[in-house]
T-cell receptor, first 115, second 114 residues
Framework: AQSVTQLGSHVSVSEGALVLLRCNYSSSVPPYLFWYVQYPNQGLQLLLKYTSAATLVKGINGFEAEFKKSETSFHLTKPSAHMSDAAEYFC?????????????FGAGTILRVKS | NAGVTQTPKFQVLKTGQSMTLQCAQD?????MYWYRQDPGMGLRLIYY???????DKGEVPNGYNVSRLNKREFSLRLESAAPSQTSVYFCASSKGGPPYNEQFFGPGTRLTVL
């Protein structure tokens, strides 16, 4: 069965600093990978996704993620944090072999941005 | 387009009461999903419907039932609520087909069971 591990339940950065949120997956076949963001009291919104077309994926709001098969990782980065980036971020995987387009989510990382 | 809508937004139940959470999407999506979100556990899939007329269990189906009423609507029923079902419930929908198609989420229902 697939699983997703997000290292660090809370990450704190200063405004303008690099954001790095870590995600590692466990799957015998490279899956499709997603990053979602959840702002307080809202639903989840897609930031970006990896579909095997390119290993470096650019998303909304200046975020990007790089798929590294050798490290089974899909870390999310942003060069310069903004106060509006404060939210909870979820990494998720979808197994291309499975029926139903189901997602398996990581536990989430809460990003705090300090002024 | 409203996207994915959920009702109610908030609900408080007593142990043993029943209720139905409603979900509708206006994107002509084939697949729909119910998740629960608990602190430190991410989102866990309760049930899903890959297409109209089908439903399947997810990771945590016990204590829940679902109905895919038509292509637009997918409801989640708690027959006898328990405090362990206190959670935030999210409905999502997807085009279906290739598994790289993303899911779109509703705003959630906050349920408290006393």
């Amino acid at each position: 069965a697939q699983s997703v591990t997000q290292l660090g339940s809370h990450v704190s950065v200063s405004e303008g600093a690099l954001v790095l949120l870590r995600c590692n997956y466990s799957s015998s076949v490279p899956p499709y990978l997603f990053w979602y963001v959840q702002y307080p009291n809202q639903g989840l919104q897609l930031l970006l996704k990896y579909t095997s077309a390119a290993t470096l994926v650019k998303g909304i709001n200046g975020f990007e993620a790089e798929f590294k098969k050798s490290e089974t990782s899909f870390h999310l980065t942003k060069p310069s944090a903004h106060m509006s980036d404060a939210a909870e971020y979820f990494c998720a995987v979808s197994d291309k072999r499975e029926y139903g387009n189901k997602l398996v989510f990581g536990a989430g990382t809460i990003l705090r941005v300090k002024s | 387009n409203a996207g994915v809508t959920q009702t109610p937004k908030f609900q408080v139940l007593k142990t043993g009461q029943s209720m139905t959470l409603q979900c509708a999407q206006d994107m002509n999506h084939n697949s729909m999903y119910w998740y629960r979100q608990d602190p430190g556990m991410g989102l866990r899939l309760i049930y899903y419907s890959a297409s109209e007329g089908t439903t399947d269990k997810g990771e945590v189906p016990n204590g829940y039932n679902v109905s895919r009423l038509n292509k637009r609507e997918f409801s989640l029923r708690l027959e006898s609520a328990a405090p362990s079902q206190t959670s935030v419930y999210f409905c999502a929908s997807s085009k279906g087909g290739p598994p790289y198609n993303e899911q779109f989420f509703g705003p959630g229902t906050r349920l408290t069971v006393l």
